[in-house]
Antibody
Framework: QVQLVESGGGVVQPGRSLRLSCAAS????????MHWVRQAPGKGLEWVAV????????YYADSVKGRFTISRDNSKNTLYLRMNSLRAEDTAVYYC????????????WGQGTTVTVSS | QSALTQPASVSGSPGQSITISCTGT?????????VSWYQQHPGKAPKLMIY???NRPSGVSNRFSGSKSGNTASLTISGLQAEDEADYYC??????????FGTGTKVTVL
């Protein structure tokens, strides 16, 4: 079945880096745009970044621009989020989500991975 | 990239209809027919309920419907059921090719 599984979360000190992964299965990964969305504890959803099906286009929320990098490896059906210079306010559950290509909407979501930035 | 504005809470009795609004600007909601709506139960991942203003993905109940007028989109839930109690978020494509979510609405079934 169609599935997204995130990994790589954990506890990290402010200023350090972390890389999240999202393993996709059950659909043609290389044909779909992919997103990262996060949710701080007790807060709403915040869109983080999107990457096109072939990786040629990437867009970021202002809150992470210049610190986070979204990437993908279509040969491994895997999406990544490299997070540098982490701050306390980056603490959240991070979800990867599949674009309802060619339409606009996120139709498949992973279960999320928790990132805690704390000294 | 300011969040889209939603009411914090909406409530209704079983069988009633409720509507959740989502207000943005001409650079997001008003500029494109790319508004989507998500349902999130506590501790769960969001679920797509409506895409491109008024389209329902396969498997989503026809009790959920979407519309848009100007810079405001709306999600209507008719025949409210206990299982509809959840948080709901709108989202829109923006003129910067980014996406933005709404502030979220907690739906309570009385």
């Amino acid at each position: 079945q169609v599935q997204l599984v995130e990994s790589g979360g954990g506890v990290v000190q402010p200023g350090r880096s972390l890389r999240l992964s999202c393993a996709a299965s059950g659909f043609t990964f290389s044909s779909c745009g992919m997103h990262w969305v996060r949710q701080a504890p007790g807060k709403g959803l915040e869109w983080v970044a999107v990457i096109s099906y072939d990786g040629s286009d990437r867009y970021y929320a202002d809150s992470v621009k210049g610190r986070f990098t979204i990437s993908r490896d279509n040969s491994k059906n895997t999406l990544y989020l490299r997070m540098n210079s982490l701050r306390a306010e980056d603490t959240a559950v991070y979800y990867c989500a599949k674009d309802l290509s060619p339409h606009h909407g996120m139709d498949v979501w992973g279960q999320g991975t928790t990132v805690t930035v704390s000294s | 990239q300011s969040a889209l504005t939603q009411p914090a809470s909406v409530s209704g009795s079983p069988g009633q209809s409720i509507t959740i609004s989502c207000t943005g600007t001409s650079s997001d909601v008003g500029g494109y027919n790319y508004v989507s709506w998500y349902q999130q139960h506590p501790g769960k991942a969001p679920k797509l309920m409506i895409y491109e203003v008024s389209n329902r993905p396969s498997g989503v109940s026809n009790r959920f419907s979407g519309s848009k007028s100007g810079n405001t989109a709306s999600l209507t839930i008719s025949g409210l059921q206990a299982e509809d109690e959840a948080d709901y978020y709108c989202s829109s494509y923006t003129s910067s090719s980014t996406r933005v979510f709404g502030t979220g609405t907690k739906v309570t079934v009385l």
